[in-house]
């Protein structure tokens, strides 16, 4: 059981805007810092979503992540079928005094 | 351009012993932490083992503690993990990582070597 709880699958049409959560506690979200990662069928992740809500350069706007206390949440706006794939979060500080933790996964479908 | 290449990747038996390495360039090594990932076939990620640009800290999922050993030689750019007392569970393919570069949001990943442990 992973220390970060996602909802194993979300689903979407064209265009719309969908969310996928990410719940920890205070010891994980609540005192890290957020990540996510996007993971297209037989690649490696990618990395989406950087210390709670910022981008790397090459990464859609289409993409944002948020934080509140011990959740946080992945918006994709504008849903494509090429966004169809798995998508972790994961979260840890930059203090490298504990072990980095991910989420379960979360398979997001476009209809 | 950044490349991250595992090797090690074999069948094993349980209780038996196998190491990883991942060779890097493309980036200045010594300036990077380094982690390790896998995915058991059909699950999820699950992070296993960081080590900081010296190694003089290394972390270890509870997994894995006890049993698995990172370590790191900058001379040669490269990054291993010592995996001992292999059981069943520990079948994935092992991804090497490298740091997010926090100015950036870089980040890189090997392919992944599989290991298999089984009888």
């Known amino acids: 059981q992973s220390a970060l709880t996602q909802p194993p699958s979300a689903s979407g049409t064209p265009g719309q805007r969908v969310t996928i959560s990410c719940s920890g506690n205070?010891?994980?979200?609540?005192?890290?810092?957020v990540y996510w990662y996007q993971q297209l069928p037989g690649t490696a992740p990618k990395l989406l979503v950087y210390?709670?809500?910022r981008r790397p350069s090459g990464v859609p706007g289409r993409f944002s992540g948020s934080k509140s206390a011990t959740s946080a949440s992945l918006a994709i706006s504008g849903l494509r079928s090429e966004d169809e794939a798995d998508y972790y979060c994961g979260a840890w500080d930059d203090s490298l005094s504990r072990p980095r933790v991910f989420g379960g996964g979360t398979k997001l479908t476009v209809l | 351009e950044v490349q991250l290449v595992e090797s090690g990747g074999l069948v094993v038996q349980p209780g038996g012993s196998l190491r990883l390495s991942c060779a890097a360039s493309g980036f200045t090594f010594e300036d990077y932490v380094m982690f390790w990932v896998r995915q058991a076939p059909g699950k999820g990620l699950e992070w296993v083992s960081l080590?900081?640009?010296?190694?003089?800290?290394?972390q270890y999922a509870d997994s894995v503690k006890g049993r698995f050993t990172i370590s790191r030689d900058n001379s040669k750019n490269s990054l291993y993990l010592q995996m001992n007392s292999l059981r069943p569970e520990d079948t994935a393919l092992y991804y090497c990582?490298?740091?997010?570069?926090?100015?950036?949001?870089?980040?890189?990943w090997g392919q992944g070597t599989l290991v298999t442990v089984s009888s």
């Open positions: 990582v490298k740091d997010i570069d926090i100015l950036t949001g870089d980040d890189y």
């Open positions: 205070s010891s994980t979200i609540g005192s890290s810092n």
């Open positions: 210390r709670n809500n």
């Open positions: 080590i900081t640009w010296d190694g003089g800290t290394t």
